[in-house]
């Protein structure tokens, strides 16, 4: 038995990745060309409608973008403390991370978006006149939470953050659970804490093992994110409704939208791949 | 300044329902090498781990250079006191030979870049591969890991070494670059406790040699006494299993 260990060791240190294969160019690029071409041909054969449509669709473009990338921010920082606290010993700090994630990835996202948008609000609402029956001191604190109008862009990143951290926080845990429990022991021998250990040796390696899987929610996300059209967001989804219910153009109309939405998945998953490419190390 | 550098009082560690170790007592004194063998499963690697805390007693106790392991925050400061290689290296994949040796002077010890570089540059050449100063661990062999491993923890300047099997997992030809570089070190006076069977290193370097079954040390003795008139029928059992 300790033979084949031994040689099963071999065979996983040996296995340097070759430079060449690593530098070779990502023929997938030209289907992103490819689809931008269509968009590019159809604008400027047809530019009434698609042209139009294309301008109406400017702004929304850019609230999907920002939404999309904003909300991946906060994403990417909910999931590392989500996944943290799921490998944590503390059982307070374990269960409530467990429970967030069980109970979050239980609910449709579309749900959650129009829970938080009309639902939550009157929450507010009723906390606020509580806390001003309460006590003359909290008046101020109560009359704002019921004078606070919730912003559809605030209330979508809030609710894309949400759904996807707990998404996240699983990617993260099984990406920290991937490396070798030696790691982090020949890191506190050395006289580290278990945060540095975490931020030079354990993040380091785990954010090369979860890159394909975030890149992945980054794509589902870019295309979750015409849910918050449901919620007051002027995003692409959303413009793309208003001019279909001025023009009654349906199949121009959602033919762009979707095609538009194409070229920005696809580009961000070659823009993934190509990271994935340059962070890659002999393994 | 004492002269016992670690004392271990009715150590007791439990896995489960299993009795990893029974109540072991041993003292180490400064300089000392102590070389401890016994078949697989006998404590001997949990007795290693529990000396820097990698692995903590649910009885007894343990004190190392003065400084008992009992609360938290002495915890980190014993580790940089004492070095431990293990028999897998679990060098850092992620990072070059030389920054293997720098990570934990720069983050723990607060060393400027230029120093710690130096400082890892020396104990390369010590352990005899200074061109791999700039290799992944990926393109090194196994002995060549094992050598950055054991200057990876020489670079806190640890007042103790603990090995943990540390030619087990390396191929026949490879195991003498190791103990070549841990003979030195004997040599220049540093407290060892090596869990290894390699007799011969035993009995080159070892003061003592202490024989641990099923949790408890069996036997403590020197290598000439443990080689020509063992104590313990466990002891002469298995001598006579590992000296084919």
Redesign the interface.
Known sequence: MPDVE?LE?TIE????VLPKERERFDTWWFLVLAVAGVVALLVFVKPDPFLRIVLFLRDGIGVTVRITVISFAFILVVGLIGGLGRLAKNWLIHGIASLYVEIIRGIPLLVQLLFLYFAFPQVLDTVGAWLMKLSPSLHGAGKWLVDVKPDPFVMAVAGLTICYGAYMSEIYRAGIQSI?K??M?????????YF?AMR??IL??AV?VILPPVGNEFVALLKDSSLVSVVAVSDMTRRGREFMSSSFMSLETWTMVALLYLVMTLFASRVVAYIERKTA??? | MQNEIIIIQGAVKRFGRVEALRGVDLTVRRGEVVVIIGPSGSGKSTLLRCINHLESLDEGCIIVDGIPLTQAENINRVRAEVGIVFQQFNLFPHLTALENITLAQRVVRKRSREESERIAMELLKKVGIPEKAHAYPAQLSGGQQQRVAIARALAMQPKIMLFDEPTSALDPEMIKEVLDVMLALAKEGMTMVVVSHEMGFARAAADRIIFMDEGQIVEETTPELLFTAPKHERTKLFLSKILH
């Open positions: 031994r060791r240190t040996k296995a340097v070798s030696g790691q022991e020949a890191a506190r021998s050395l006289g580290m804490s540095q030079y040796v380091p390696q090369r190390f002999a393994k």
